[in-house]
Each structure stands twice: as structure tokens, then as C-alpha cells.
């Protein structure tokens, strides 16, 4: 669970950190479970759905001379194998000469990087998964480091590469004030930093333009968003409009012109569209488009050729609309020889003539390629995880059921292979968030219950993000009743179809995914034989008052959506609705997972649940890493904690 105040312009909803079909009529469910006949797969061993990559997360550099790549290597301590950033020259498409590891992390993974420019690689580190992230430069070819953030206690991202600045970046972070950004320019050779926008103390979030100077900015009091807008970096923000959180216009970028901006907007309308809106008149949006069943993820811009290129929308599974030929004709000749699979473009030169291309479906996480545009040719660089046989790993179906409102819930439902879709032993799995989403294709938790023999549920309950401001609202102040309530349906719809074992049910999940699994065992005792809690919360008293500093400027909008303490009403459902207070329901099995450094989910949450439980005599097991934070990064935690989960489940399903 997460505010945005990451890097770029976000209204103040709050979102998740912890795919389009043919819509299925309600209640509808395909079986495709192969015949009784065909032998299951064999079991897989567990650590090949969760070790890391032998290599992967491929870059390009600016001027497409060298790829870059992840892969375990050695750190700096000598012995631990972590995910280290490796640079190679390429020859065209094809790389050559040895590999040169360039970074050498030892505590924890390097979680994503990107190349600045041809010389400087970029990525972000925190210390045991405290998220207050820095900001690190690598040279490729000297190999020297510079954190460029190297400020104890302080949250960093990049808000702008500057594309155009060989040697500059802005960053944002919220050294001066913990709760708020400020924006400042960093020279990646030095580290030296110059501020460029201070923040006022209301400002949650920063929107540059083509030229990389910082023009819009949303002000919040907490509830009521304003768009503020500058013509130049020397002139002051004058507010273009007001709308309350409920309302969301998220601007994009800029036009080929820097003055008018696009943005991603539900003003008067359900669905969030891609408008145009110019700052003389910002009340009138020109609508540029919009999907008749669900919001738009966002839209992309052809900084080579100035123009608009696509929009991405997700109804089952992702899918895209083209503003231009040339990149629909891309797509289209990616498609041809890539049949098939889900395509997405991860990296690309400055002159996006060449792309890193990845390939996958539900039930393999692919290959990765380069992509020459102009000679339209694939040069493949690497599966993933060939060791997880896609012909052994189970489909993923999008589902849809009513829940007992009436209202449609849509989801995704996996079945063991090899087995009969008949009286199974099935987890539901929650998202975390919870204003966030469940989408289609590879999960390793998800292909790793199924080849165990579970059906595993996924559903997008009232407030999941993507399916419009209707369905998203429906959630407010619901935490623990209507939300959960569709959960429980979920389970019903599975034992109603003949799915599920009603015996053989678990419940599994993380952040607001692991609240649910602590509400479900608390609402309904009798409906699941075991539940795993991952760094959930347990009392939303606890929870309000442990939010992290910047999330503060988003404690009202909070108490609108999850419910204020101080209000009599609202505390009165906080409390039938926090299940440490009603731990004396709990009586099914339970496995609890929580990192030390949490800052989101703090490690009370977990505390406080297994000590009452254990004082009850309830069977609860519980696993701490003081390495961790929300969610667990290193690899021997991943195994020990899914490992404990396999034998947990084993035990109470027997599967």
C-alpha cells in the first residue's frame, strides 16, 4: 500500500506498490482443465519459481553501442550472490566481447536500472527494504559510483533523465521535509544538485515538459486537488482548476509545442480518458480517447518523431490504441513474428530505432529481444526462466461473478493442469492495496500453487483500480464489509461451479491482500481451512497511526477512504472491522510473513495478531526478517518464506 510520491505527476488517489478480451457473460466460467486422463505435471522444485533469473532485465544505451543486463554475481562482501548490473558491446543487434560486471551489491538485488545517456548507468537502492531509496550513477566505463542522493533517512526518484542533458538529471526528494519533494538537478558525473523547485509544502506531485523544466504541479489540502501551471521555470504556479481526490486528471506530457498537455482524465465521466487540455481555457478538455469498459492506464509519446503514440488500456488482458502509423505498423510486424505472445517495449536507443522487446504469456515469463525497427529484425537474447517448462505450467482464465450486491467482479481463475476443474483444494488470493489490480499473465506464485494442485483465485474487488470511479468508490469506508464480502463471494461462486473442495479452501495475500486474509478468518471462521498473512494489516487504529511522513499530506483523503478514529461512526466500524481487535473469532490455521524495516505495514501489525492468537492457543507460525520490508527482495527469504507456505497449505488441504 502506497500514496503516489514517486516520480512523476499523480492526483492524490492513493495506490498500490506491495490486460483487453472478450468480457465473459456474469457467472460465466470456460473449463478448460485438461482431461482426467493426462498425467499432472510433475511437482517442480520450489526454488525454480522463485531464484532469480540467470539473466535478464536487458537496457540499451542511448546510442544503442552497448546492452545492459542483470544477473547473480558477487558484491562487494565477497560471498553473496545478489542482482548486479553487466555491460556488453554490441555489434548491431549482436553483443559481443565479454561481459564487464559493473556494480557489486551485496545486501540486497538491484531492483531496475536504465541508461543515462551512452556513458552512465542509473538505479535505485535502499537498505533493507526501508524505501528511502538513493539514487546511484555508475560510469560504464570507469566504473565509478556516485550515490547522488547520500542523505540518511531520505526517499529519492527521478522525476526527469533529461534525455537532451548529457550530464544531468532531475531528481526529487524530501531531505529539507520529510513529508514533501523538492525537485533539483543532479549532475551525474559529481553529484552536485541545484535546486529547482521547492516545495511549498503542498505539492504531491511534479509534471516536466519535453525540455526537462519543471510547468505543473498538484497542490492538495488533503482532499481538494489543484493543477497548477507555469508557462516558464521564472514565472510563479497559477492555478488552472480545483477538483475534490474523487476527481482524477493526471497530466501525461506536453504537446510537440510545450504548451498545451495531455493527460488521462475522469472529469464528468466515469472512465478516465486521454484529453487534451489547453491552459487558457482548462475547464474545456479536448478528448483525444477513450475505451467504453475501463480507465486508461496511460498513453506513450514519440520523442523522435513529436507526436502521440499510443494508448494502453487493460479489460482482460492488455491492450492498446494507435495514434499513429508508424507505431501501429511496428506493432504489427512485431506481432507477425512474435504470434501469440504479449509484446512490451522495455528499453529503446535515443533515436527509437532500436527496442528490447519482451515476450510473454500467462504461462511463461519469455524471451527477451532486440528489435532493429528499420531492418525489422528480432535478435533474441535470452528466455528468462527456461526451467519452468511452459508446456507444464497451468492457463489463466478471466472470470467474472456477482457478487451479492449484484455488482460484477471481475478476475482470473487458474486450474491445475492435468486435473479434473472438480472438488479441488483452491487459494484465493486478494491483491494488495488495495486501489490497485490484479492483471493477466505470468505470476511465479500463481504457476507454483497450481503445480502443487490448487485453483488459485484472483478477483479485482469493488475498488480495484482501472474498472471506473463507480467501482473504485465503492470501496471507500468498506475495509472488512463490502470488499470482503466480495472475496466471500468469490469462494461461494467456486464451491457453487463445483470448483472447490468447501473443505480444502485457503485464503492468501499481502499488504491489503494480507488485511483481507486477517478479515476473512475474522468474518467467516468456518469458510477457509488455512490462511497465510503477508505483511498485512491487522488493526487499521495501529495502521493509521504508523503511516510513513509522506504519506501524511494524504491523511484526510485516508480517513474518507478507509475511515477517521476520531469520527464515533467510523470507530466503531474500524473496531468490528480490525482483526487483532476480534482476534477471539480466528480459530483457522494461520501463517504470518513480516519484514523488520516495513515502513508501510509496520512489524506491530504482525505482532499484535500472533500474540493474541497465540495466547488463545490458536495455531499460528510466524516468520521475521530483519532484512526485509514490505514484501521480501532477497532470494533465501523468498525460499524459506514459500517454503513454509507449501508445507502450511500441504498440511491443512492435503492437496
Known amino acids: 500500500m502506497s500514496p503516489t510520491s514517486g516520480s512523476g505527476l499523480a492526483t492524490a488517489v492513493l495506490t498500490a506498490t506491495l490486460a483487453a478480451g ?19 505435471p510433475p511437482p517442480i522444485p520450489l526454488r525454480d519459481f522463485f531464484r532469480n533469473i540467470d539473466r535478464g532485465y536487458y537496457r ?31 555489434d548491431g543487434s549482436r553483443p559481443v566481447g565479454e561481459p564487464r560486471q559493473l556494480t557489486r551489491e551485496s545486501a540486497r538485488d538491484i531492483p531496475t536500472y536504465f541508461f543515462k545517456g551512452a556513458g552512465t548507468a542509473l538505479f535505485t537502492k535502499d537498505t533493507g527494504g526501508d524505501e528511502n531509496d538513493h539514487v546511484v550513477a555508475v560510469d560504464i566505463t570507469s566504473g565509478k559510483v556516485t550515490d547522488l542522493t547520500p542523505f540518511a533517512g531520505v526517499r529519492a526518484a527521478i522525476l526527469d533523465p533529461l ?57 492538495s489540502d488533503g ?30 506530457f506536453f504537446d510537440r509545442a510545450n504548451q498545451r ?10 472512465k478516465s480518458a486521454l484529453v487534451l487540455i489547453d491552459p487558457a481555457t482548462p475547464n474545456d478538455e479536448q478528448l483525444i480517447y477513450a475505451h467504453p469498459q475501463v480507465d486508461l492506464d496511460g498513453a506513450a509519446w514519440s520523442r523522435v518523431r513529436q507526436a502521440l503514440a499510443l494508448a494502453d488500456y487493460d479489460v482482460y488482458k492488455p491492450g492498446r490504441h494507435y495514434f499513429d502509423d508508424t507505431t501501429r505498423q511496428m506493432y504489427q510486424r512485431l506481432e507477425a513474428q512474435l504470434p501469440g505472445w504479449s509484446l512490451t517495449l522495455q528499453s529503446s536507443t535515443l533515436a ?100 502443487r494442485g490448487y485453483c488459485v483465485l484472483q478477483m479485482n474487488f469493488r475498488g480495484s483500480t482501472g474498472f471506473g ?77 504508523t503511516i510513513p511522513p509522506y504519506w501524511e499530506p494524504f491523511r484526510q483523503q485516508m480517513y474518507q477512504m478507509v475511515g477517521n478514529p476520531e469520527d464515533p461512526a467510523d470507530k466503531a466500524r474500524m473496531t468490528a472491522t480490525s482483526p487483532a481487535l476480534n482476534a477471539q473469532k480466528i480459530k483457522t490455521p494461520l501463517l504470518v510473513a513480516q519484514g523488520a524495516r516495513d515502513p508501510r505495514v ?51 488441504l492435503k492437496p
Open 261 to 270: 498537455f495531455y493527460a488521462t482524465s475522469n472529469r464528468g465521466r466515469d
Open 223 to 252: 482532499v481538494n486537488n489543484t493543477l497548477l501551471y507555469r508557462a516558464t521555470e521564472a514565472e510563479p504556479f497559477k492555478p488552472l482548476f480545483s477538483t475534490d481526490f474523487r476527481t482524477q486528471v493526471n497530466p501525461q
Open 60 to 90: 540499451l544505451s542511448a546510442d544503442g553501442k552497448t546492452l545492459g543486463f542483470m544477473q547473480p554475481a558477487i558484491g562487494d562482501d565477497g560471498r553473496s550472490k545478489r542482482m548486479n548490473i553487466f555491460v556488453q558491446a554490441l
Open 352 to 451: 527509437e530505432d532500436k527496442y528490447i522487446v519482451a515476450a510473454s504469456n500467462d504461462r511463461s515469463a519469455g524471451a527477451r529481444y532486440i528489435y532493429d525497427a528499420k531492418a525489422n529484425t528480432l535478435s533474441k537474447l535470452g528466455e528468462i526462466s527456461p526451467w519452468l517448462p511452459e508446456a507444464q505450467m497451468a492457463t489463466v482464465q478471466p472470470v467474472r461473478y456477482k457478487a451479492r450486491d449484484g455488482l460484477e467482479i471481475p478476475g482470473y481463475l487458474t486450474l491445475p493442469a492435468g486435473r479434473v476443474a472438480k472438488n479441488l483444494p483452491c487459494v484465493v488470493n486478494p491483491h494488495g492495496g488495495p486501489w490497485a489490480r490484479d492483471r493477466w499473465g505470468f505470476n511465479p506464485e500463481t504457476q507454483f500453487l497450481a503445480n
Open 22 to 40: 472478450a468480457a465473459l457473460a456474469p457467472n460465466a466460467f470456460a473449463q478448460t482443465a485438461t482431461p482426467a486422463a493426462q498425467t499432472p
Open 602 to 652: 509496520n512489524k506491530a501489525e504482525s505482532d499484535q495478531i500472533v500474540a493474541a492468537l497465540k495466547a488463545r492457543g490458536v495455531d499460528v507460525q510466524y516468520i521475521v526478517k530483519d532484512n526485509e520490508g514490505h514484501g521480501f527482495a532477497n532470494e533465501e527469504n523468498r525460499f524459506e518464506f514459500y517454503g513454509a507456505m507449501e508445507a502450511f497449505l500441504a498440511k491443512h
Open 163 to 219: 534525455p537532451d542533458d548529457a550530464e544531468h538529471i532531475l531528481v526529487q526528494h524530501n531531505q529539507r521535509d520529510k513529508r514533501v519533494f523538492d525537485v533539483y538537478r543532479v549532475n551525474v558525473k559529481t553529484g552536485a544538485q541545484t535546486l529547482v523547485a521547492q516545495n511549498p509544502g503542498n505539492i504531491i506531485g511534479w509534471q516536466t515538459d519535453h525540455a526537462g523544466r519543471v510547468r505543473l504541479g498538484v497542490a
Open 469 to 545: 470511479r463507480s467501482f473504485w468508490e465503492a470501496s471507500f469506508k468498506q475495509w472488512g464489509l463490502a470488499m470482503q464480502d466480495d472475496i466471500t463471494d468469490g469462494v461461494q461462486w467456486l464451491v457453487q461451479q463445483g470448483i472447490a473442495d468447501p473443505k480444502r479452501v485457503a485464503i492468501y495475500g499481502a499488504s491489503y491482500g494480507g488485511y483481507a486474509t486477517l478479515s476473512g478468518v475474522t468474518q467467516t471462521p468456518d469458510l477457509y481451512a488455512a490462511a497465510v498473512n503477508y505483511v498485512g494489516v491487522s488493526n487499521l487504529f495501529t495502521f493509521m497511526n
